[in-house]
């Protein structure tokens, strides 16, 4: 197989897997457009008849769904804040000094990734109420989602900070630089590009966040949009439009920023790759 036909396909092989992949959010789409006979019809329509707009402004209206938008882009942000407060730092030590103990941290780092939230929620849960950080509900969501966060945040930036040469520190060290100097002076602003984008990452994964919410958060007014969307569901659900409505004008942003940013994305993940 020559070259040509082989990037041929390789492209064709791309865009069925690229359209299997879409699909279902092709079908959220559409389903939130149809009407209840067109949800359950067999065959199934891949294109509504007659397209119900009004869905979304029912769905905004009877679920108050500009609030729940509000509590999760609270709770993300917050979540973002935390973590590139404490992990810039942590994430710098670990590519810069090496030792048993920087080691021994960077291994437990990595292990903590690997805990589900579904197991951390008890003794979080537990942990939080007996310091009464329960009463500040959205606050114990953002830590605790800071805290789960956090190891993939470390390991991202540590990658981004490996990649910038350490000759520029001692550049920086001898033309009378101090140590801290050196940090927010030449390091920062070269692995700002990383920083960001991994806070993008952490932003779109709390944005969606749901276990420590559904567990922490009792008052109404206080749920981010996730369970929101949760509240559908019940033993008789048939509702499948507004359902699908709900979920459009909740992931909608995040794949709109995905989209606009998906370049800067790829090129802070790899950032670290030729090190």
Known sequence: ???????????????????????????????ALKSGSEMFATPPSF???SPQWGTYA??????????????????????????????????????????VWVDIGLFLILMLQVLPASLMITPIFVGFSQIGLLSTPRLAVIIAVAAKSMPFFVILVRATFMSVPQELEEA??????????????????????GILV?????????????????????AAELQPASVGLNSFMGPNT???????????????????????????IVSGLTSGALK
């Open 58 to 99: 029912a769905v905004w209206e009877s679920r108050n769904m500009g609030r729940y938008l509000w509590n999760s882009l609270v709770i993300a942000l917050g979540s973002v804040a935390l973590i590139t407060l404490l992990g810039v730092g942590c994430a710098y030590v670990l590519a810069r000094y090496r030792n």
């Open 1 to 31: 197989m020559n070259t040509t036909n082989r990037d041929r396909l390789m492209l064709a092989i791309s865009i069925v897997m690229a359209a299997i992949y879409l699909f279902p959010l092709y079908w959220m789409y559409i389903t």
């Open 172 to 193: 920086a060290l001898v033309d009378g630089n101090s140590r801290v100097g050196a940090f927010f002076n030449i390091v920062l602003p070269l692995a700002r590009n």
């Open 238 to 264: 048939n509702e499948w439009n507004n359902i699908m409505a709900y979920a459009t004008m909740y992931v909608t942003p995040i794949l709109a920023i995905f989209v606009l940013l998906q370049r800067r």
């Open 47 to 49: 294109w509504p008849t």
């Open 198 to 218: 991994s806070a993008i990452l952490i932003f779109m994964q709390a944005f969606g966040e749901f276990v420590y919410s559904k567990s922490m958060i009792q």
